[in-house]
């Protein structure tokens, strides 16, 4: 069964960093491309970066282009997103997907 988890949300003021988590069990990881989306309230899901399934081919939106790292581990059936420099637009859950699949989410708040 395919199944995306996501961690590493929190609360943090303007300028902190988190590190968010994806594991991902019960496929064959690295043969997907893999992308962290994001959803603020009342909005609609805004893709934030993706990653090819080697890890050599990276890309960002422009809105944390400079700010953020997506990173993945193939052995360990996982995918991160570093996020430093954060500022409150940067508030919504955060969710990782594989095509036709998208974990729960994790929860990023960023007060000013």
């Known amino acids: 069964q395919v199944q995306l988890v996501e961690s590493g949300g929190g609360s943090v003021q303007s300028g902190g960093s988190l590190r968010l988590s994806c594991a991902a069990p019960g496929f064959t990881f690295n043969d997907y491309y893999m992308k962290w989306v994001r959803q603020a309230p009342g909005k609609r899901f805004e893709w934030v970066a993706g990653?090819?399934?080697?890890?050599?081919?990276?890309n960002y939106s422009d809105a944390v282009k400079g700010r953020f790292t997506i990173s993945r581990d193939n052995v360990k059936n996982m995918m991160y997103l570093q996020m430093n420099s954060l500022i409150p637009e940067d508030t919504a859950v955060y969710f990782c997907?594989?095509?036709?699949?998208r974990g729960q989410g994790t929860q990023v708040t960023v007060s000013s």
């Open positions: 997907e594989k095509t036709g699949t």
């Open positions: 990653i090819s399934p080697k890890g050599d081919y990276i």
